[in-house]
């Protein structure tokens, strides 16, 4: 895409900070309200929706400015494949954590009351709320399971993500592609939800896994038996994102027609669509003023 | 937008007036669903999604003729930044405002029967049809609470609504961005609607709170407590849908490549958008005429 | 639209009987499915959901045909206002009701195991699979409010088929306008569906109805109080639907600018939309081929 | 579409294989999710709205290479009509039932410690996790009347793929079909999910079976009666596609005027569509990226 040189690296982890925020403040918001009101203000598929909400409101923000990964496994994802430069795969996974966190803050802030009211201890009752546990801290899952889960459910949402970015396969165009993007992860909350509570994203559990510790859930980085867990939401989704974009790669890349990206020689295939997208978005509005003018 | 001096301000509050009746009758006609059938015709989920729907179809009727922006925090945050006219912006509340007491009216009128059977004394038990109250009047949040949870809630949703109509970012098409706006709405009942009920529009809590109490509810300006509470669903949204828009500008506007809009010199850059891409619409559609002419 | 002699009235009236066998195979069956699995697959989200999409697939098969009315209100309602042929308002309102007949017939004939497990002697119990009743023949409604309840749910369904396929609005282009107007009717039944079930469409109801009468259900032109009630879904919503067109052209037509249809002169505004906005997509489609040539 | 040779069938069968286990792995995993959280985890709604959303994601993953039919009644019906090769219906065939199988494999493996609190002994408890059954194994259906629901319900689906498909009709571009594809079978699990389980698809049905008989399963081939029903839903689909396809030829496709398509001489009409609108997806794009370049 042009760039008069506003779209620095500043903007981008801005950007990426504020779409992750969205994405919290949402995500971590809907699980507050269907936990604290027992049930009467929504359910686990409101969860769902809302999550998948959003990150497409999370897409919509940052997507023309960083690509809007808003997830370090989707960073790390693309820079295995060359999708995406390393040097900025830390900064990038540091602004959504960081992003993650002080929505986690604001949600932790405005449901304080509401969590005082059924769990004023701060107990792994209400723990869920911030941050994911094995068989959602409900059910007697073994942490292996849970670590598996999550490989298999991130590597689905990577091979998703390409799937539906990747200009040379049936790719949405860039103002509508979020609310697909979005979709994915109602999908995956809807159907992988069970072993470990679809965290899918190391920014998304962690950043809210810490507020909640600072803000006096003591145990936050346990699971309900006392044993550390923090760490399988982060590793595993790396792993999962990694196999998922490989395998698409494999399964459905490999056998798409490069001629039909003339002028992506040499381009990056699959980081290049969103921005390709969005430039062409704004060329397509540009060309539809001019009638208008 | 072109305009044989037909878009006049009678015209644009018609359709404000129009299409913040539209947003009431599905938004406080499903509350009113939900609460006379006692969960039998609808729950917590159907309300954020009747609601979110309800945007959507305000917005498309008015869309063309007012911007419809539906709600006083609106024109007041555009304002603010100089993407409104000031003094258009109380003519448009009032509008919106009668809109919303028209539409809470014929709900009132049509349900009068349901309401009836389960609250004859329209108490306070069913005044949540008409009105937000803290904690959905059945959960103890403190005033403070609900008054900074509407701050919130409303600078989510002014942030999101430039994020999306920003033709520099990566806004979707005129004729869909009003089911993407109000998938907002849908997403923000589903995280926010714990605290406060989610008013996040002056209009949409007043309008039907005079209608209510015009109509039986004695007690409509009060909350369950008895303390006077209409104020904090009409100031918290002004205040609210300031920050939200500031912290668009801040965080994502102005990163954004200004030179992808060369016709804009000098234009209003948020309120632009949705005028121009119907302008575009409606270009785009005589375009491709011309092949079937 | 273009049509070599092919477009003819018969062609338009398969079009209408099959799309709204469409609408019903999904309505009825929804119904039947919530009702005989006593909740078990579905609830009245379920309902709202399954009727709009019915609507959506419904328009998809019949548009480009037929226009897709798939309800005698909205050929009244369109005619009313010189925007559809009066001679063929009794031929579409035939087909649409005999459609609605045969799909009711066949989810009779599916269903009548599962029918058969709940209400063997097929009473007013699962009456409501087929045909509407006042509150859903669970809530004391008044014959009055049903019917106002009708004149109002309609009027709200043709202004906004008006207001999302008026061309000179913010209409969705074809192949996209029928997911929204289905949306419409999803709203419809989770805010408008308490007092009288939502027909707002007279071929929706009566065809079910006398395919259930015919099959078993004695009382099928009864309510629960044993008065004749089939008549109110099918007058009032012939009424609502021609106020709810006359308030879109007042409140929101007469301020739209002309000059945006050229081509239109003479042409018939409400009811072009969606013919041309198909010819416009197909268009559109050869347009695009060329460069895949 | 445009090809060099690297659109082989090799490439077809990978594509329908990855496909359809994107497919199973949403809508096997989110009933695995609903019956061993016991309704904690969604109910059927999610079902219903994951397993379209599974078949929205496999159609976005495989169009472009092989059709995305991902379902042997697809292959089957659009041979039958001339409008895919019968040669490569068996290969299809083979190549979805065993994505769906591997797909089921997965989950089994991610679930089994959820499965074995719930149904230590793999019994039909949860068998419905992976096959169908009539009446999904709770209400007294009889095998004739599965067998017929299953014809009905897969008539329903082939007819509204070809509705949303066929250029000649108001079809969605490529890039936004898949959505609206799959809420076709979001709504049939609404509206006919009651008497079998909506399989509509042999290699959904057979490959998932498969997986649960060799992985501790022993009566996965029988219903609840003990009887063998695993034929059902390979047979009854097969038929139902078929007659869903003709009818649409018959009472929408005659009708439908073929100068649409120019370019179209001698083409496949229903087949075309799809691969038509993804080519002129691309070339869209590639347009649009010159004023960006």
Known sequence: MDSLGRRTLV?????????????????????????TSEGGLGDHDSIAWAWGLGVTFGVYAAARISGAHLNPAVSVALATFGDFEWRKVLPYSLAQTAGAFVAALLVRWIY?????????????????????????GAMDISTSTAFFDQVLGTAILLFLILAVTDARNNAPVAWIAPFIVGLIVVAIGMAWGTNAGYAINPARDFGPRLASFLTGYDTAFEDQRGALY???????????????????KVAIGRFLPAED???????????????????????????????GA
């Not at 792994?124 to 068989?135: E, M």
């Not at 699959?270 to 390709?276: T, V």
């Open 112 to 136: 304080a009351d509401a969590i005082g009211t059924v769990d004023a201890g701060h107990t792994i009752a209400t723990q869920g709320i911030f941050s994911t546990l094995p068989g959602n």
């Open 230 to 248: 923090f760490w399988v939401p982060i590793v595993a989704p790396l792993i999962g994102g990694v196999l998922g974009a490989g395998f698409y």
């Open 11 to 35: 903007g981008e982890l801005v950007a990426e900070f504020t779409g992750t925020m969205i994405l919290i403040l949402f995500g971590v918001g809907v699980v507050a309200q269907v936990v």
């Open 261 to 291: 990206e003339p002028a992506e020689e040499g381009r990056i295939p699959e980081q290049a669509p969103r921005e390709e997208r969005v430039a062409e978005n704004v060329a397509a509005r540009a060309e539809h003023r001019e009638p």
